[in-house]
């Protein structure tokens, strides 16, 4: 099983600041990464997939990067909807296995 | 706009089997795979298991002998179903969409708003 850590589990921040949010997998995931973004009372939504491609929609202040076992998620500049949990998750093609990391909360400063 | 939407009780009593739908609007169900996932009150995320539309099945080892997952192309529909259940399985229970085969379908594109089940006698 690979286990992804996140880091920082709490961020602080203010509203035009820059964010930078760690994921380190257990072993190299083939960069085979996504992140999502999760706000408070709603399902998680997809920002990035396979480290680096912005899903459909998704603003262009998001970004997402690494290789191997090391992937960051940068927000360049922070709106104020952009205060949430964020996940990083990765997939085991075979046998098929999807885990997620424990997620960092970035709140308001 | 493809949508998901759960149903189900929101109550379950321990030992007996919990039972959800996942409903599929504005796209097909066919060619795409279909995932469950749920949540514990405050914390992180965990796949339970996905079906392809063909009715083929893949489910997380910790949970694997507990779990069935089904398919209905007729009605668009998926359903989820968990024995023995505990206070454990208490958690907001999501259905997804994988990302589209030529991704790898690898992701969740598509998500329910998540349906809360509590396990309580």
């Known amino acids: 099983e690979i286990v992804l850590t996140q880091s920082p589990a709490t961020l602080s921040l203010s509203p035009g600041e820059r964010a930078t949010l760690s994921c380190r997998a257990s072993q190299s995931v083939n960069n085979f990464l996504a992140w999502y973004q999760q706000r408070p009372g709603q399902a998680p939504r997809l920002l990035i997939s396979d480290v680096s491609n912005r899903a459909t929609g998704i603003p262009a202040r998001f970004s997402g990067s690494g290789s191997g076992t090391d992937f960051t998620l940068t927000i360049s500049s922070l709106e104020p909807e952009d205060f949430a949990v964020y996940y990083c998750?990765?997939?085991?093609?075979?046998?098929?296995?999807?885990?997620f990391g424990q997620g960092t909360k970035l709140e308001i400063k | 706009q493809v949508q998901l939407q759960e149903s189900g009780p929101g109550l379950a009593n321990p030992s007996e089997t919990l039972s959800l739908t996942c409903t599929v609007s504005?796209?097909?169900?066919?060619?795409?795979?279909w995932s469950w996932i749920r949540q514990p009150p405050g914390k992180g995320l965990e796949w339970i298991g996905y079906?392809?539309?063909?009715?083929?099945?893949h489910f997380s080892p910790s949970l694997q002998s507990r779990v069935t997952i089904s398919v209905d192309t007729s009605k668009n529909q998926f359903s989820l179903k968990l024995t023995s259940v505990t206070a454990a399985d208490t958690a907001i229970y999501y259905c997804a969409r994988h990302s589209p085969p030529h991704t790898g379908s690898y992701y969740f594109d598509y998500w329910g708003q998540g349906i809360m089940v509590t396990v309580s006698s």
């Open positions: 998750q990765q997939p085991t093609t075979w046998p098929p296995w999807y885990t």
């Open positions: 504005g796209g097909p169900i066919t060619s795409y795979f």
């Open positions: 079906v392809y539309y063909t009715g083929s099945t």
